[in-house]
Nanobody
Framework: QVQLVESGGGLVQAGGSLRLSCAAS????????MGWFRQAPGKEREFVAG????????YYADSVKGRFTISRDNAKNTLYLQMNSLKPEDTAVYYCAADSAWYSTYPSEYDYWGQGTQVTVSS
């Protein structure tokens, strides 16, 4: 079992940056594909970025490609999301999630979820 706790959210002006972290408990973190999702009010939860077990493969939604970078440190059981050039439309609750299978953009495919961290981008 994997428990996930996000941190690093906050209020930032458009064009600014934030770095989200997701601390994982359990010995199996390195065996899970990890993803970041976000959910804005009144909208469905959407895939933002994903990273393979080793970190060698990364995947991004078109809306964040070139601005966000996902990474992981398996020695520290931590997942990261560096967010640059933030836009008001990036405002959402951001969740990290673990998938014991492989890459997926569907929330239903993920086995474990954090509680979420709020990111608000002002114009």
């Amino acid at each position: 079992q994997v428990q996930l706790v996000e941190s690093g959210g906050g209020l930032v002006q458009a064009g600014g940056s934030l770095r989200l972290s997701c601390a994982a408990s359990g010995r199996t973190f390195s065996r899970h594909f990890m993803g970041w999702f976000r959910q804005a009010p009144g909208k469905e939860r959407e895939f933002v970025a994903g990273i393979s077990w080793s970190g060698g493969s990364t995947y991004y939604a078109d809306s964040v490609k070139g601005r966000f970078t996902i990474s992981r440190d398996n020695a520290k059981n931590t997942l990261y999301l560096q967010m640059n050039s933030l836009k008001p439309e990036d405002t959402a609750v951001y969740y990290c999630a673990a998938d014991s299978a492989w890459y997926s953009t569907y929330p239903s495919e993920y086995d474990y979820w954090g509680q979420g961290t709020q990111v608000t981008v002002s114009s």
